[in-house]
């Protein structure tokens, strides 16, 4: 009897895509014909940002293995690039349908090219070394944006890094126009981010990484990443490996800080900081750090638990339970007897499937 | 020509002469071993045909070619494969796909293939798959290929090591300790393995042991390293009988 099989991974793939269209068509109708709150709709465009840097940030941390702290960062330059880039065009492309997806891919760009600058000396390296250079890279990429400007008059375009420059520099007041205000950041980014958008963009990278992983490009990084000395016996490029998956990582960081920033009036610089990199970072490492799956779901409950919070009479106490909910999550995710029940119940399917095959 | 030959191959660490003046000639279908005493400097060079250390001294030949100055990667695609003494399994990759890993060089598709799953994605990873799992069954591991390499027991984690190997499609092959921690049950059907391996694929084996019935029953030729230095060589019979050999094992009779 001919049979359709699936790979493993390929069906875990499919349930992933599956889980991400139920919450994508829940969420949709719920906001369309229910009575959704004003701070719920606020939550949605953060909450997919939040899972695409995850789960992007997952690819460093879960599938190469190095830790990198400066995931706001490459948020960061996405952000303003595609902020600049949208502001800049409003007028010339008209459609929104055209512009967002050209800032999307442009703020990725540009992220994964400095992702790739970042790495060449790196990446060589082994140790925790990627982890000290991303931290300050973050902080770097912060501080510069905070003081760039950005602004064109009838003679053309202006750039300075830091205030004095543009104080000295006489404008046509009548034609000037200003794009990037230093500590002001950007305003006037026109809101195409909306929750549909957003799930579409987690859609498509989830359906690029988690084909990236099963491929021979996929297994040379996570072969590098269990074992350096054999990947490399194995004639796998370790270096080169890794610079994938950063670079990779990167980009969608850079995209869904494109996200972010088509969200918001007032775009800053001050919001990329060392906190938020953090927080990201413990969605992957409290979502287990294999599956991106998982680290979705962590980002989900970690991400909104907080917020939700809010409104209640707790809202005292909504960084206690937090913190709370954190802890539950490591020790659930780490304690043995978790990890016996999900054995039993992998057993007990395994052996219904191999019956249900039989028959 | 013989597959593997060495010359004068000496390496230092610093005033240690950890290895020197080692003239090792393998030729294609040999099954050909290294032992000596712990500490002889075996896994040593090992490490300098794997291009894990670069010898201070002396040439490196694959068939034909160079080997001295090349990296890990450059050498296993030239042709060498091994094993480790203590076993370097991806842990977290399924047994399936640490083997798969082997087989990364030999199929050629684009990133934005990988990333899309079309174009040559689709045809080379079928085959690799197949392959793999011919491979998986000569080892009899192919029950297991969803299994989590660090899963697997002891004996199975050696065997998947030399199907992982065998997977780069090497000219050569280096076992460095294969039998360490097993029974002499596990010890007597790796023993088939070895030879089933040698003899089906056409491969020339290099391989380190202390099992002595291991290296008596399989080996043809052996080189006896006792402090970096060739203590004997030639037949596997001979050398076992060698009273120098016998000596540097298990000491001076007085």
Same mark, same amino acid.
């Given at each position: 009897?001919?049979?359709?099989?699936?790979?493993?991974?390929?069906?875990?793939?499919?349930?992933?895509?599956?889980?991400?269209?139920?919450?994508?068509?829940?969420?949709?109708?719920?906001?369309?014909?229910?009575?959704?709150?004003?701070?719920?709709?606020?939550?949605?465009?953060?909450?997919?940002?939040?899972?695409?840097?995850?789960?992007?940030?997952?690819?460093?941390?879960?599938?190469?293995?190095?830790?990198?702290?400066?995931?706001?960062?490459?948020?960061?330059?996405?952000?303003?690039?595609?902020?600049?880039?949208?502001?800049?065009?409003?007028?010339?492309?008209?459609?929104?349908?055209?512009?967002?997806?050209?800032?999307?891919?442009?703020?990725?760009?540009?992220?994964?090219?400095?992702?790739?600058?970042?790495?060449?000396?790196?990446?060589?390296?082994?140790?925790?070394?990627?982890?000290?250079?991303?931290?300050?890279?973050?902080?770097?990429?912060?501080?510069?944006?905070?003081?760039?400007?950005?602004?064109?008059?009838?003679?053309?375009?202006?750039?300075?890094?830091?205030?004095?420059?543009?104080?000295?520099?006489?404008?046509?007041?009548?034609?000037?126009?200003?794009?990037?205000?230093?500590?002001?950041?950007?305003?006037?980014?026109?809101?195409?981010?909306?929750?549909?958008?957003?799930?579409?963009?987690?859609?498509?990278?989830?359906?690029?990484?988690?084909?990236?992983?099963?491929?021979?490009?996929?297994?040379?990084?996570?072969?590098?990443?269990?074992?350096?000395?054999?990947?490399?016996?194995?004639?796998?490029?370790?270096?080169?490996?890794?610079?994938?998956?950063?670079?990779? $990582?990167?980009?969608?960081?850079?995209?869904?800080?494109?996200?972010?920033?088509?969200?918001?009036?007032?775009?800053?610089? $001050?919001?990329?900081?060392?906190?938020?990199?953090?927080?990201?970072?413990?969605?992957?490492?409290?979502?287990?750090?294999?599956?991106?799956? $998982?680290?979705?779901?962590?980002?989900?409950?970690?991400?909104?638990?907080?917020?939700?919070?809010?409104?209640?009479?707790?809202?005292?106490?909504?960084?206690?339970?937090?913190?709370?909910?954190?802890?539950?999550?490591?020790?659930?995710?780490?304690?043995?007897?978790?990890?016996?029940?999900?054995?039993?119940?992998?057993?007990?399917?395994?052996?219904?499937?191999?019956?249900?095959?039989?028959? | 020509?013989?597959?593997?030959?060495?010359?004068?191959?000496?390496?230092?660490?610093?005033?240690?002469?950890?290895?020197?003046?080692?003239?090792?000639?393998?030729?294609?279908?040999?099954?050909?071993?290294?032992?000596?005493?712990?500490?002889?400097?075996?896994?040593?060079?090992?490490?300098?045909?794997?291009?894990?250390?670069?010898?201070?001294?002396?040439?490196?030949?694959?068939?034909?070619?160079?080997?001295?100055?090349? #990296?890990?990667?450059?050498?296993?695609?030239?042709?060498?494969?091994?094993?480790?003494?203590?076993?370097?399994?991806?842990?977290?990759?399924?047994?399936?796909?640490?083997?798969?890993?082997?087989?990364?060089?030999?199929?050629?598709?684009?990133?934005?293939?990988?990333?899309?799953?079309?174009?040559?994605?689709?045809?080379?990873?079928?085959?690799?798959?197949?392959?793999?799992?011919?491979?998986?069954?000569?080892?009899?591991?192919?029950?297991?290929?969803?299994?989590?390499?660090?899963?697997?027991?002891?004996?199975?984690?050696?065997?998947?090591?030399?199907?992982?190997?065998?997977?780069?499609?090497?000219?050569?092959?280096?076992?460095?300790?294969?039998?360490?921690?097993?029974?002499?049950?596990?010890?007597?059907?790796?023993?088939?393995?070895?030879?089933?391996?040698?003899?089906?694929?056409?491969?020339?084996?290099?391989?380190?042991?202390?099992?002595?019935?291991?290296?008596?029953?399989?080996?043809?030729?052996?080189?006896?390293?006792?402090?970096?230095?060739?203590?004997?060589?030639? #037949?596997?019979?001979?050398?076992?009988?060698?009273?120098?050999?016998?000596?540097?094992?298990?000491?001076?009779?007085?």
């Amino acid at each position: 009897m001919k049979k359709f099989t699936l790979s493993k991974p390929a069906k875990d793939r499919y349930i992933t895509y599956g889980m991400l269209a139920v919450i994508a068509l829940v969420v949709q109708l719920y906001i369309t014909y229910g009575d959704a709150s004003r701070s719920f709709k606020g939550l949605l465009v953060p909450t997919c940002v939040y899972i695409l840097a995850a789960i992007a940030l997952n690819l460093v941390v879960g599938i190469s293995g190095e830790l990198s702290l400066g995931q706001a960062g490459f948020m960061c330059i996405g952000a303003y690039v595609g902020s600049t880039f949208s502001v800049m065009t409003e007028e010339l492309i008209a459609s929104s349908a055209l512009r967002f997806p050209l800032a999307l891919l442009l703020g990725g760009m540009v992220a994964a090219v400095f992702g790739f600058l970042i790495g060449i000396p790196v990446l060589r390296l082994r140790g925790d070394y990627l982890a000290i250079v991303t931290l300050a890279f973050g902080e770097i990429i912060k501080s510069v944006f905070n003081n760039i400007y950005l602004s064109t008059d009838k003679n053309g375009l202006f750039f300075s890094i830091g205030v004095e420059s543009k104080a000295n520099h006489e404008f046509d007041a009548a034609t000037q126009v200003d794009y990037i205000k230093g500590a002001m950041g950007i305003s006037g980014t026109p809101r195409d981010s909306t929750f549909l958008i957003c799930m579409v963009v987690i859609f498509i990278a989830m359906f690029v990484m988690l084909n990236f992983i099963d491929s021979k490009q996929g297994r040379a990084v996570m072969a590098s990443r269990d074992n350096r000395i054999a990947a490399e016996a194995m004639g796998v490029n370790v270096t080169r490996a890794k610079m994938t998956a950063f670079v990779m $990582s990167a980009f969608f960081a850079g995209v869904a800080g494109v996200l972010y920033s088509h969200n918001l009036n007032t775009l800053q610089a $001050s919001t990329f900081n060392y906190n938020l990199s953090i927080q990201i970072l413990v969605f992957v490492v409290l979502g287990g750090m294999t599956k991106m799956r $998982s680290v979705m779901i962590a980002t989900i409950i970690l991400y909104v638990l907080p917020e939700a919070l809010r409104g209640f009479n707790l809202s005292n106490y909504r960084m206690l339970i937090y913190a709370i909910a954190l802890i539950a999550m490591m020790l659930i995710n780490n304690s043995a007897a978790i990890k016996r029940v999900r054995e039993f119940l992998r057993a007990k399917f395994a052996r219904n499937k191999n019956v249900g095959g039989e028959v | 020509m013989a597959i593997l030959e060495t010359n004068d191959l000496s390496i230092q660490f610093g005033g240690l002469k950890a290895v020197s003046h080692l003239d090792l000639k393998i030729e294609k279908g040999e099954l050909y071993g290294l032992i000596g005493p712990n500490g002889a400097g075996k896994t040593t060079v090992f490490n300098m045909l794997t291009g894990v250390y670069q010898p201070t001294g002396g040439t490196i030949y694959l068939d034909g070619v160079c080997l001295n100055g090349k #990296n890990p990667v450059e050498i296993n695609k030239l042709g060498i494969a091994r094993t480790f003494q203590n076993i370097r399994l991806f842990g977290k990759m399924s047994v399936l796909d640490n083997v798969r890993v082997g087989f990364g060089n030999s199929i050629k598709y684009s990133l934005l293939e990988s990333f899309f799953h079309v174009g040559r994605y689709r045809k080379n990873e079928k085959v690799v798959t197949e392959k793999a799992i011919e491979l998986l069954k000569v080892f009899d591991l192919d029950g297991e290929k969803d299994t989590l390499a660090s899963n697997l027991p002891y004996g199975k984690q050696r065997k998947l090591e030399i199907a992982r190997a065998m997977a780069t499609n090497p000219k050569l092959l280096l076992l460095d300790e294969p039998a360490a921690g097993m029974n002499p049950n596990e010890t007597a059907e790796l023993m088939n393995t070895i030879r089933f391996v040698r003899d089906n694929f056409d491969m020339t084996i290099l391989l380190i042991e202390h099992d002595m019935k291991l290296v008596g029953g399989i080996c043809e030729k052996l080189t006896v390293l006792n402090f970096g230095t060739e203590l004997a060589k030639g #037949n596997t019979a001979e050398v076992l009988h060698d009273p120098r050999v016998i000596t540097a094992y298990i000491g001076e009779d007085e």
